[in-house]
């Protein structure tokens, strides 16, 4: 996905929902902090963004958004990319998050004042949903330098996950690490 999709998929969401501030989420909050010119391929693969509103509880707005902007509606086989609606509890998050929250600064998006998860956010989102595509998307990040291993490590103890999954998260920054010392 580039910037340009993205911001087409914010301009028509906030249209659907008549609410200017959007959340971007998933894989593509990237764009929020770098254009795609500067990121590492397959980061930008992804041709779904996950969208999200602040006191959508009972889930109204993410459910437009998936009727008529998300997966094999409209304007998905229009344009071959969509937006998905989703909570702001799909992705699992850090204290302080909100604060760090990236300006989608792309005129193109208007009216929607999009913010995006914070790279190092997104990672630990990323790493607490542990599916492969999702490793594969940080392990990218990280190989380009685009985010910074002592700041997920100092987030990680915040983080909202068992023990476990700390310690997997943990290894991982480990085997980042190692990879640079060897390259």
Do not use: N
Not at 41 to 49: F, L, N
Not at 69 to 83: M, V
Not at 131 to 144: I, P, S, V
């Amino acid at each position: 996905m580039t910037r340009e999709q993205l911001a087409h998929i914010l301009r028509a969401a906030c249209r659907i929902v008549d609410d200017p501030a959007i959340v971007v989420l998933g894989s593509q909050a990237i764009l929020g902090a770098y254009p795609e010119e500067s990121l590492p391929r397959p980061v930008t693969m992804s041709v779904e963004a996950d969208l999200a509103f602040f006191g959508d509880d009972d889930h109204h707005k993410s459910d437009m958004i998936d009727a008529m902007i998300g997966e094999e509606s409209q304007f998905h086989q229009t344009f071959a990319y969509y937006g998905q609606g989703v909570s702001l509890g799909t992705a699992v998050l850090g204290p302080g998050w909100q604060g760090r929250l990236v300006r989608f600064d792309d005129p193109a998006s208007a009216p929607a004042e999009a913010r995006c998860l914070d790279p190092h956010d997104l990672v630990l989102a990323k790493l607490a949903a542990h599916r492969e595509k999702d490793l594969d998307f940080c392990w990218e990040l990280a190989q380009a330098g685009l985010v910074d291993t002592s700041v997920l490590r100092e987030r990680l103890p915040d983080l909202p996950v068992s023990e476990a999954l700390a310690v997997r998260i943990a290894s991982w920054i480990d085997a980042v690490e190692a990879s640079r010392h060897h390259a």
